[in-house]
């Protein structure tokens, strides 16, 4: 886990439109659908996330969406599943560029 890090996106050069990523990190997986629109993240869906307790992570996409940020330490806390959840956001957003 320590090994995820979550690089700074620029939404604005995004075109509108649902992205999806995954990310795996064997006991932890996720999947998220990321939609942009005029430059910002408007919802972020969980189709997936096997976790072992994290269920509540998962307020974490609320926060994204909010603070426009995915790379903010302070949007998510320190669990494992917030920080799979987040990178989840960043592989959809990166598969784009």
């Known amino acids: 886990m320590r090994e995820i890090t979550i690089e700074e996106i620029c939404f604005s050069d995004i075109p509108n439109g649902v992205y999806i990523g995954d990310c795996d990190v064997n006991f932890i997986h996720a999947r998220v659908e990321v939609t942009v629109h005029s430059g910002e993240i408007t919802g972020i869906r969980i189709s997936e996330h096997g976790n072992e307790r994290g269920k509540a992570a998962e307020a974490v996409v609320e926060r994204i969406v909010m603070e426009q940020r995915i790379d ?10 917030s920080a799979v959840l987040k990178k989840t956001a960043e592989n959809a957003l990166k598969m784009i560029r």
Not at 72 to 81: E, F, H, K, L, M
Request: charged residues 20%; glycine residues 10%.
């Open 72 to 81: 903010d330490d302070a949007v998510s806390g320190v669990t494992n599943s």
